[in-house]
């Protein structure tokens, strides 16, 4: 019988996001940018909140906004990660807050180690 944690859960499925966004986002540019932003995630949720980060990962980055709805995608029946915070109480919002904290987290590991900097040298 295979019983896997929720952090196994959680690190399994930021692999298969991370390496499907490598895939999709082909050119350097907008990888890098990409491994910017999922850098940049779990402080940016510390400092602003987690609907304030999601609104603006919404309209700046839909990919990083579009995994992070995923993974709870199949909880909320498919709603609107946005949409069902913002009709929840305020203990459901720390809830997820905390585990979109962990999720952050390791997009954030996982994305240093597949993505790899490009770095040109001038001569």
């Known amino acids: 019988m295979n019983i896997k944690s929720i952090e ?71 709603i609107d990660l946005i949409e069902y915070l913002t009709k929840e109480n305020y203990e459901d919002l720390l809830f997820k807050t905390s585990e979109v904290l962990k999720l952050a987290n390791s997009l954030k590991t996982i994305v240093e180690v597949e993505i790899k900097d490009v770095k040109t040298t001038e001569e």
């Open 8 to 78: 196994q859960e959680m690190a399994q499925f930021c692999f298969n996001a991370i390496s499907s966004y490598k895939i999709k986002l082909d050119k350097s540019d907008e990888l890098l940018k990409f491994k910017s932003d999922i850098r940049r995630l779990p402080a940016m949720i510390t400092n602003n909140g987690l609907l304030a980060t999601l609104v603006f990962f919404k309209k700046s980055n839909e990919n990083v906004y579009n995994i992070i709805n995923g993974w709870f995608s199949n909880k909320l029946q498919n």
